[in-house]
């Protein structure tokens, strides 16, 4: 079993940044693909930033150039940078732990075995 607990969401003006940490606990996290997903209100649970193990990333389209993921095995903590934050960015961003043997980034939620709990980024124009 794999625990997420992430942090770091809160309100911030449009045009700032904010970094969202995933901390993980009952494994490490040296294997495991990392992903980022949100889900705005009313829509669907939507695909934003992956890294696998071999440090490979993929971002969505809307987040290109802005957003950042890292993970840091020492700590067993993944990172979401995002900067140029707008208000269509707001959303219960969640992190996601993945099996290792998939292929490529993966950017589907039914792909990932363990989710945070989530945490709310408000972006406000």
């Known amino acids: 079993q794999v625990q997420l607990v992430e942090s770091g969401g809160g309100l911030v003006q449009a045009g700032g940044s904010l970094r969202l940490s995933c901390a993980a606990s009952g494994h490490t996290l040296g294997r495991w693909i990392m992903g980022w997903f949100r889900q705005g209100p009313e829509k669907e649970r939507a695909f934003v930033a992956v890294?696998?193990?071999?440090?490979?990333?993929a971002y969505a389209d809307s987040v290109k150039g802005r957003f950042t993921i890292s993970r840091d095995n020492a700590k067993n903590t993944v990172y979401l940078q995002m900067n140029s934050l707008k208000p269509e960015d707001t959303a219960v961003y969640y992190c996601?732990?993945?099996?290792?043997?998939?292929?490529?980034?993966?950017?589907?939620?039914?792909?990932?075995?363990?989710w945070g709990q989530g945490t709310q980024v408000t972006v406000s124009s």
């Open positions: 890294q696998t193990w071999t440090d490979s990333t």
């Open positions: 996601a732990a993945g099996p290792d043997y998939l292929r490529g980034e993966p950017t589907t939620a039914k792909d990932y075995d363990y």
